[in-house]
């Protein structure tokens, strides 16, 4: 069974940052693509970073330079380092793993997902 457990929501100033991890259990997460997205209330998921098999990453406009997308192989996990954080990034943060070895922005392409972990910016 494969499972993906998030963590490193929280409560932060706009300008501040936060690192979500995503750690797998069931799948070996350096074998698919891996994805970030969130969801704000009333509004639909949307993409926000991924990470193809051999390390091509992909962001969304509204966070290219202030989001990095990595990964710990060895600890089977992905991380989603968030900089320079705005009050418009509040959500909830979902990572998902890919069906296949690359990536796509539309959540169909995603095979298995997070519980969600809730990242609120204040002004």
């Known amino acids: 069974q494969v499972q993906l457990v998030e963590s490193g929501g929280g409560l932060v100033q706009a300008g501040g940052s936060l690192r979500l991890s995503c750690a797998a259990s069931?799948?070996?997460?350096?074998?698919?693509?891996t994805g970030w997205f969130r969801q704000a209330p009333g509004k639909e998921r949307e993409f926000v970073a991924a990470?193809?098999?051999?390390?091509?990453?992909y962001y969304a406009d509204s966070v290219k330079g202030r989001f990095t997308s990595s990964r710990d192989n060895a600890k089977n996990t992905v991380y989603l380092q968030m900089n320079s954080l705005k009050p418009e990034d509040t959500a909830v943060y979902y990572c998902?793993?890919?069906?296949?070895?690359?990536?796509?922005?539309?959540?169909?392409?995603?095979?298995?997902w997070g519980q969600g972990t809730q990242v609120t910016v204040s002004s």
């Open positions: 998902a793993s890919a069906r296949t070895a690359g990536v796509t922005t539309n959540v169909d392409g995603y095979d298995y």
């Open positions: 069931g799948r070996t997460l350096s074998s698919y693509g």
């Open positions: 990470r193809t098999r051999i390390g091509i990453t």
